[in-house]
């Protein structure tokens, strides 16, 4: 069964940089579309970039210019740059296919913290 494993997360201080990386298995990654999401504590899941198999991208009012989403087909790897970190972006994040059809059971997520 194909898994997305999802890393990088951390303490970080605000203003601070962080790189995520979701790692998924099997032949047919590069064909999807792919999203990252995040969830804060007591929140609901919420989309916060997508990329397309053709790396088109799109992103969240909350973190357009901040956040960069891009995709390495070779690796089956879709990763997330932070950058200008704030407080409210802490979430656990997750990634998975873009398409509700098309979506994968959720990872264990990586946790981000953004804390001075």
Do not use: H
Request: net charge positive; hydrophobic share 30%; charged share 15%.
């Amino acid at each position: 069964q194909v898994q997305l494993v999802e890393s990088g997360g951390g303490l970080v201080q605000p203003g601070g940089s962080l790189r995520l990386s979701c790692a998924g298995s099997g032949s047919s990654f590069s064909i999807y579309a792919m999203g990252w999401y995040r969830q804060a504590p007591g929140k609901q899941r919420e989309l916060v970039a997508t990329i397309t198999s053709a790396s088109s991208t799109n992103y969240a009012d909350s973190v357009k210019g901040r956040f960069t989403i891009s995709r390495d087909n070779s690796k089956n790897t879709v990763y997330l740059q932070m950058n200008s970190l704030k407080p409210e972006d802490t979430a656990v994040y997750y990634c998975n296919r873009r398409l509700p059809t098309s979506r994968l059971p959720w990872g264990q997520g990586t946790l981000v913290t953004v804390s001075s």
